[in-house]
């Protein structure tokens, strides 16, 4: 698990009212992002911080622990709902101030770089050094070697991938909302953009909100509410259509993997891999007869 959860917590109830103010956090995300309307996630971000911070002032006061009589700073804790929502909430917004259309010219990337990074550098920032209960870490090699079965599991990826991205994005449109990609150097561009989005879905959704939310709720919880957000930031970019259908699997099967593996390499690869195939597969449609013979569609 890439947050430290103090040993001496007691194990996380099935339901806590704290799941409230959480799931109206998550719910921003669709406010930004699908229903394209600022105001909305602001306001359910405030009611959500303004609920867990009601949560954390009528909880049981933790035992005090006899390292944190020392002075430690890196003392173990309960974890702060209202910390941790609140370093989602700021990752939420800082992506959100950005129009997440697909493009490819040089300002866009840029700001796609600064925007997209900053939403993850600022609570990992806010987390480790204003906090100081380091929530956040990216465990790149944290399960070890790789079994025969997440070997398999790539290759199964790449499976369904071939399968079913080709169908998806030619008979539903949507890769229309990709540019055209009908030169070298657009194609290098494109292959270069999938690839870091994909990297940085892994290190905000998996890393960050998934890690946060890991800390007060079950599993379960944690990854269904971290899938509304991974999905929602997925429709704006332009898995619409019928692409819930196989981002919210998607989205479900990195949080499980993640908890087992407990590897953000491991998960990193598995969407680099998917989105390989996404890359290819938009370069098929956009240029009939380039790549004719590699998929089915």
Not at 87 to 109: C, F, H, Q, R, T
Not at 140 to 162: D, E, H, I, N, T
Request: proline share 7%; hydrophobic share 55%; charged share 15%.
């Amino acid at each position: 698990m890439p947050a430290r959860e103090p040993a001496h917590l007691p194990p996380r109830p099935a339901w806590d009212i704290g799941l409230l103010p959480a799931l109206i956090a998550c719910l921003a995300a669709p406010a930004f992002f699908v229903l394209r309307v600022p105001w909305l996630g602001w306001l359910l971000l405030a009611v959500a911080l303004v609920g867990a911070w009601w949560r954390e002032s009528a909880r049981t006061p933790a035992p005090v622990d006899a390292r944190s009589l020392q002075g430690g700073a890196d003392a173990p804790r309960r974890p702060h709902l209202l910390r941790d929502l609140s370093l989602i909430a700021v990752g939420l917004m800082i992506v959100s101030v950005m129009d997440l259309k697909a493009e490819l010219d040089n300002l866009a990337m840029l700001r796609f770089t600064v925007v997209l990074g900053g939403a993850v550098v600022v609570p990992y920032v806010l987390s480790r050094f204003v906090y100081r209960d380091r929530a956040i870490g990216f465990p790149w090699r944290g399960g070890g070697r790789w079994s025969r079965f997440q070997w398999g599991w790539l290759v199964l990826v790449l499976a369904l991938g071939w399968l079913i991205l080709p169908f998806y994005f030619i008979t539903s449109g949507v890769y229309l909302n990709w540019p055209v990609v009908d030169t070298p150097d657009l194609i290098a561009r494109l292959f270069v953009g999938v690839g870091a989005v994909g990297i940085w879905d892994e290190l905000f959704f998996i890393c960050t909100c998934f890690a946060l939310l890991r800390r007060h709720f079950p599993f379960w919880q944690a990854n269904i509410l971290q899938t509304i957000v991974f999905v929602s930031f997925l429709w704006e970019l332009g898995y619409q259509a019928w692409g819930p259908f196989l981002t919210v699997p998607f989205a479900l099967l990195q949080g499980y993997i993640f908890v087992k593996t407990r590897s953000l390499a491991y998960v990193v690869t598995v969407h680099l891999l998917f989105d390989a195939v996404v890359f290819l597969v938009l370069v098929h449609a956009h240029n009939p007869g380039v790549l004719d013979g590699l998929f089915l569609v």
